[in-house]
Nanobody, 119 residues
Framework: QVQLVESGGGLVQPGGSLRLSCAAS????????LAWYRQAPGKQRELVAV???????NYLDFVKGRFTISRDNAKNTVYLQMNSLKPEDTAVYYC?????????????WGQGTQVTVSS
C-alpha cells in the first residue's frame, strides 16, 4: 500500500511564499518521476512542475522563475517552493508519483492541499 501525503498549503498574501511537501510511504522499490499538479475551481487539473529521477526539471510557463521543484530521494519526498505568489495561483495542489512497488509500476496521487493567495 502506497500513500502520498501532502502538507504546507494555506492562505498567503500576494507576493508571499509557501513550501509544499509530499512524502511517499509504503513498500516502494523505486520512484521515477515526481510532479505537482493544480486544479482551480471550474478548471482542469494542470501540470505545474515535474522532476525526473535524475533531477532534471520542467515547469509550466506561468510559474517559471517563481516556483522550484526538488526531491529528497532518501526521504521519498518532493517539494514545491512557491515564491512571488499571485491570486491566479490559488488552487488545490496535488502531488503525483510514478513509482514501482513489488506489484508493479503505477501512478499515485496525493489527497491535495489547498493554496489560497489573497489579500
Amino acid at each position: 500500500q502506497v500513500q502520498l501525503v501532502e502538507s504546507g498549503g494555506g492562505l498567503v498574501q500576494p507576493g508571499g511564499s509557501l513550501r509544499l511537501s509530499c512524502a511517499a510511504s509504503g513498500t516502494i522499490v523505486k520512484i521515477y518521476t515526481l510532479a505537482w499538479y493544480r486544479q482551480a475551481p471550474g478548471k482542469q487539473r494542470e501540470l505545474v512542475a515535474v522532476i525526473a529521477s535524475g533531477g532534471s526539471t520542467n515547469y509550466l510557463d506561468f510559474v517559471k522563475g517563481r516556483f522550484t521543484i526538488s526531491r529528497d530521494n532518501a526521504k521519498n519526498t518532493v517539494y514545491l517552493q512557491m515564491n512571488s505568489l499571485k491570486p491566479e495561483d490559488t488552487a488545490v495542489y496535488y502531488c503525483n508519483a510514478d513509482l514501482a512497488t513489488y506489484r508493479g509500476r503505477l501512478d499515485y496521487w496525493g489527497q491535495g492541499t489547498q493554496v489560497t493567495v489573497s489579500s
